[in-house]
């Protein structure tokens, strides 16, 4: 004799159905985000055609923004981007690394640890158009009386630190950057760290090493992979932000060595000069900038994600 | 991974100049005489740089015709010539008018009407501490020196033979200027062309240009608040923000030789040495005349001559009929000037080849 069904004929049914409607809806959810990812990748090619066909590969080497004569070249805002960018990392990275092994490792001071994680959050959460606010005040004043002096001070024969400080430009900005992208760095490398298999910490410890040294030689070249990719995904950050970094970097196409110079960025060209930007060519130009920083921004994402995977995949794998 | 932080980087900023479509119902009885327009929501975006003057003016249309109501976007002179070209909006405006492309792109010269709506002028204020207002003398040659990067010091000796008795300070001089592109700029690099070969053949003007030394900050505010906080600042403001925000501003030389602190009166009187202007022949920077403000500039508004849709024509001319002509009162409450009489004039003449369907629709009389 055949047992009864677990489920009655008629609820089987309706289930299928549901599947099918349910599935349905996923494919078109997925199939829409591919749809929007399509038109935005025309949307921003086409209008920059125009740019494309009269600078072509000659816009990376320029160093010319000159709207009255209709020249246009990205090796400034280029330039600014990425200083700015390294700034902000070379700041956020042994200051991130150190929070996030303080986080991860040290077990005494368990009660700091909720309240500290709670704050990264919290910064994380600052709209960055509000540190902008903060820098735009406050930060440059401070800055130009009191950080920049003391540093040519003291490194002034170093070109990176002469001229004139104002408060404003590629030091400033990129210290604004830091701060926007230490968050992240924070909480995905404890992510990572935590992620160490605990055999090896004991096993470290075990062979009479002392906690300086597992963390040194043992924790840190584990996960030396995934730190890395938080690293990028901080980069990634700092590459696209726009607001905090328009009203510090002092919106000058210039390409100078020196930190206290003013400067531009990719995205604060865009974002100043899109309103009145008249003419194909000038247009096309903002839209050129645009593609460049999103064929960035995409690179680096991507590398990040295939680091932390394969950092994550490996953990698993030994766990 | 537990937890993954993920900014997301790319934000875009989508600007939607809707157009308004609702229509009240009521209309208020007819005076005895006066034309009152009819009911309508009309929609406007552009300059900036004349939001203040329209803000107040169009508040105050509105308490007088309550059926009216008038909506301004102030998103940049280019977004109100790009909105009227694509007809989102009812009418533009610009700090300078809509150039032979944009009006082919607009339907050519004949399909659009631009008239001067305000008049306006900047001053160059600074951040010198022992400097008080209009103490520092500047002309336009030291202007266009300090702005290519020629003079650099406060003491230098070319400041210092216009500014016998005051103590100008050894510090580097900061120039800030606009980021964002503007009409402000505009009518500051038009003066600076103007009173500089060096300049014109360098630079040039535009509302963007390549800047060969300063700092841009975004806006009239930010310029204003960085030149605050800057000691050693310098840089082109709307008089109405210095005004606004009390700062320090020079005394410019202007095309007489006088000396001038730049104001309203300044900038009338700048703009009544020009008998008539018109959307090519609009400069009126570096004017003669002893009380002349020099870098002085009309604002202008666009609509087009034939309007679609008769009731919203005629309430929309009606309003810049008044806009040009009794609510001028209003601009010299936020630090405009006064158009001048033949403006006024050339303006409601402009106002008159207004047409829905073949008919005229500001049926005023004619200005003498």
Redesign the interface.
């Known amino acids: 004799m055949v047992p009864p069904p677990l489920v009655a004929a008629s609820r089987q049914r309706r289930l299928v159905s549901g599947d099918r409607v349910f599935s349905v809806i996923a494919y078109g959810a997925a199939g829409l985000i591919m749809l929007i990812a399509a038109i935005f990748i025309i949307a921003l090619v086409v209008p920059a055609l125009p740019a494309v066909t009269k600078f072509g590969l000659g816009f990376f080497t320029s160093r010319t923004w000159d709207p009255v004569r209709n020249d246009f070249g990205a090796l400034a805002p280029i330039y600014g981007t990425l200083v700015t960018s390294a700034i902000a990392l070379l700041i956020a990275f042994p200051i991130g690394l150190g929070a996030a092994l303080f986080l991860a490792e040290d077990a005494r001071l368990q009660l700091l640890r909720g309240p500290l994680s709670f704050l990264i959050e919290l910064l994380a959460g600052i709209p960055s158009v509000v540190i902008g606010l903060w820098a735009f005040f406050i930060l440059t004043a401070l800055l130009r009386d009191k950080v920049d002096p003391f540093l040519q001070h003291a490194l002034g024969f170093l070109p990176l630190f002469r001229g004139t400080p104002t408060g404003y430009g590629f030091l400033t900005a990129g210290l604004v950057l830091a701060i926007m992208v230490l968050p992240i760095m924070i909480a995905l490398s404890r992510d990572v760290i935590r992620a160490v298999p605990r055999e090896l910490r004991e096993a470290s410890l075990a062979l009479g090493a002392t906690n300086a040294e597992t963390t040194w030689s043992v924790i840190l070249p584990y996960a030396r992979v995934g730190i890395t990719g938080a690293v990028l995904l901080s980069l990634g950050r700092a590459l696209g932000e726009t607001i905090a970094v328009t009203m510090v970097i002092g919106n000058n196409v210039q390409i100078s060595a020196s930190l206290f110079a003013t400067g531009y960025t990719l995205p604060s060209v865009i974002a100043n000069e899109f309103t009145e930007a008249n003419g194909n060519v000038y247009l096309g130009s903002l839209f050129y900038l645009g593609v460049v920083l999103v064929v960035i921004t995409i690179v680096v994402n991507v590398l990040a994600r295939l680091l932390i995977w394969r950092f994550s995949g490996s953990a698993r794998a030994t766990a | ?7 997301a ?3 875009a900023s989508i600007l939607l100049a809707a157009c308004g479509g609702t229509t009240a119902t009521n209309t208020p009885a007819t005076g005895a005489g006066a034309p009152v327009p009819p009911a309508a929501a009309l929609q406007g975006t552009g300059a900036t740089f004349p939001a203040p003057f329209y803000d107040a003016a169009r508040f105050a249309y509105n308490l007088k015709y309550s059926q009216v109501t008038v909506n301004y976007n102030p ?5 109100g ?1 790009s909105a009227l070209t694509k007809k989102v909006v009812d009418f533009g405006a610009s700090d300078v008018p809509m150039n032979p ?2 009006l082919t792109a607009a339907g050519g010269a004949d399909a659009v009407v631009q008239i001067a709506s305000t008049l306006g002028t900047e001053s160059l204020a600074y951040n010198l501490s022992g400097v008080s207002n209009g103490q520092l003398k500047l002309t336009p040659q030291t202007i266009a020196g300090i702005f290519l990067g020629t003079i650099k010091n406060w003491n230098d000796p070319a400041l210092a033979a216009d500014n016998s008795g005051v103590t100008l300070p050894n510090q ?1 001089i ?1 120039v800030v200027h606009r ?4 009409g402000t700029t505009y009518i500051f690099t038009d003066y600076l062309s103007t009173v500089s070969a060096d300049w014109k053949s360098k ?9 060969p030394v ?5 806006g009239n505010e ?1 310029v204003a ?2 030149i605050k ?2 000691p050693g ?1 310098i840089g082109y403001v709307e008089l109405a923000y210095v005004l606004q925000t009390n700062m320090t501003q020079a005394s410019l030389q202007n095309h007489d030789g006088k000396f001038v602190i730049p104001s309203p009166e300044g900038a009338t009187a700048a703009a009544g040495q020009y008998l008539s202007i018109n959307p090519t022949q609009f400069s009126i920077v570096d004017a003669p005349g002893p009380k002349s403000a020099p870098i002085s500039g009309y604002s202008w508004l666009m609509l087009y001559k034939d309007q679609a849709d008769k009731t919203k024509g005629t309430a929309l001319v009606d309003f810049l009929d008044w806009l040009v002509s009794d609510g001028q009162q209003y601009a010299l409450n936020v630090h405009y000037a006064g158009l001048p009489a033949n403006i006024v004039k050339d303006d409601i003449i402009s106002l008159k080849t207004v047409t829905s369907t073949g008919t005229t629709l500001l049926n005023v009389p004619a200005p003498s």
């Open positions: 991974m537990k937890r993954v932080l993920m900014a980087s790319m934000g998103l940049g002179s280019g977004a010539i492309t944009e580097a900061s980021s964002d592109g503007s630079v040039g003007k535009g509302k963007s240009v390549s800047w300063g700092q841009g900050a975004k930010a608040t960085t906080q800057t600042a």
